[in-house]
């Protein structure tokens, strides 16, 4: 293991460990991504002893800055490109009301039967006299050969401890395509209630991280199946299943929705975009109807979709800002360019979707994209066909006419100044009016013809030009 110890830091621990006569160890995440061959720069320490002292010596030694969270009883400093946290030696112990232990000072053993699972129990020796020592109490390095996610000790314990743990096993099995063992599964399932202790805070971080995973459908198969997707997310879980009327079904948008998230997150590490992904459909429960001699219809979903993007956001917690207008829109627009495929392209359609998308649309070809998912490859390859088509469409179009983040090119102030009107409904209505000639391609997208659009306008409604505009 010395071979992977060649940080400069680790020689500094190791020599101030041996003049304090004290044993500290790597531990956790470092250790674990030494034998998945995966660079990291965060290193926990843990000292039996007073971690913070150790650590406020170490930072001395090397000159640098040291961060103290007593209340957790940690330290953190950074030295060249890693960042290191130091702590002293636990054992833990839980109220059934509270994530949060009762911590006291532990030993080694003790400080690894805590940790949430064998893979990241592993620990190296950094004392001069066992340097670079693997201690694996628990046949963590198994389990990494094995891609098992396990727990130390009796997973429904665990669990209950800190339910959080249950979303920290689906997310270590997506971001590694481990499988979380079956025990571990069956105890998720008991403890399914107790994921109401913890923050909303908590739960989207690590919902997130499985989204930001290279499949998140794993991910969220086991949060499915579990049933935890249930309590934190039950507008998701409302997708599932398949109704048959005289004989007529309609798709899974459940398992649809993993596929099209899957597929946006080939191209794309947008976690916005591919929460577009996810709501894309998320309307398609409360607007599914059944219409005799046609089948099952979803009309308007995109548009009731868009509505309950703001809501869902704020029950997880996710911002309230520009990210969340963006999904909004994507959720709203998704059909559009899928509309534009199956038919002949219209440049008037094309300035519209334009118009409306702006410097979003990059985002919205992505999505749409990402949500074909038939089978069949004649289908799939004629529907990317026309994507394509589109796709250059918008390119020429745009190139042409300027339409993406499109501003008017004259104000209401031209139009009052032309008239020698003040505020009002013929303001609107010019306006209007000009908006609507440019996107349908009746003048061009220039002031010029924007002025004499205006006039041309202003006498149809009884005004008259009073002034010149420039």
Not at 132 to 142: A, K, M, Q, Y
Not at 360 to 383: H, P, Q, R, S, W
Request: glycine content about 6%; hydrophobic content about 40%.
């Amino acid at each position: 293991m010395k071979q992977h110890l060649q940080h400069p830091i680790f020689s500094v621990i190791a020599n101030l460990a041996a003049e304090q006569n004290l044993q500290v160890y790597a531990i956790g995440g470092y250790v674990r991504d030494i034998f998945l061959k995966r660079p990291s720069k965060d290193i926990d320490i843990v000292v039996l002893g007073n971690g913070i002292d150790f650590a406020e010596s170490v930072a001395a030694r090397l000159n640098v800055k040291v961060s103290v969270f007593k209340n957790f009883g940690t330290a953190m400093l950074r030295y060249q490109d890693a960042e290191v946290e130091f702590v002293g030696a636990r054992k833990e112990s839980y109220r059934s009301d509270s994530r949060k232990p009762i911590v006291e000072n532990g030993t080694l053993d003790d400080d690894q039967k805590r940790r949430d699972f064998n893979i990241n129990a592993l620990a190296i020796a950094l004392h001069p006299s066992q340097y670079g020592e693997l201690i694996d109490p628990f046949n963590g390095i198994s389990d990494l050969e094995h891609q098992l996610i396990r727990t130390p000790l009796n997973p429904v314990e665990t669990f209950s401890d800190d339910p959080l743990r249950m979303m920290r096993a689906i997310r270590f099995a997506t971001q590694l395509n481990f499988r979380i063992d079956d025990e571990a599964i069956e105890a998720i399932k008991s403890n399914l209630h107790r994921i109401k202790i913890v923050s909303q805070e908590r739960i989207t971080d690590e919902l997130n991280k499985i989204i930001l995973s290279p499949a998140p459908s794993i991910g969220f198969n086991y949060l499915f199946d579990t049933g935890l997707l249930h309590i934190i997310f039950p507008q998701m879980v409302a997708l599932y299943g398949v109704e048959i009327i005289n004989g007529k079904g309609h798709k899974d948008n459940f398992y649809h929705t993993l596929q099209v998230l899957d597929n946006i997150c080939e191209a794309t590490d947008d976690l916005w975009l591919r929460w577009a992904a996810i709501l894309h459909d998320i309307a398609k429960p409360p607007t599914k109807r059944f219409e005799p001699g046609h089948g099952w219809t979803f009309h308007g979903h995109e548009d009731k979709g868009a509505r309950m993007v703001p809501k869902i956001f704020a029950q997880l917690k996710l911002p309230l800002n520009e990210k969340m207008k963006l999904v909004q829109k994507l959720v709203q627009l998704h059909l559009r360019p899928i509309v534009l495929s199956q038919s002949i392209v219209t440049d008037s359609a094309v300035r519209r979707l334009l118009f409306e998308a702006g410097d979003d649309i990059e985002g919205l070809m992505l999505l749409c994209k990402a949500d074909i998912t038939t089978k069949n490859e004649y289908k799939v390859k004629k529907y990317r066909q026309n994507f394509e088509l589109v796709q250059q469409k918008l390119k020429d179009v745009e190139e042409r006419d300027s339409i993406r983040n499109w501003q008017p090119p004259i104000t209401g102030l031209d139009i009052m100044k032309l008239f020698g009107i003040g505020e009002g409904r013929e303001v609107g209505i010019i306006k209007n009016k000009i908006r609507e000639a440019i996107l349908e391609g009746e003048i061009p997208n220039d002031r010029d013809a924007a002025i004499a659009y205006t006039i041309a306008t202003g006498h149809e409604i009884g005004l008259k030009v009073v002034a010149t505009s420039n």
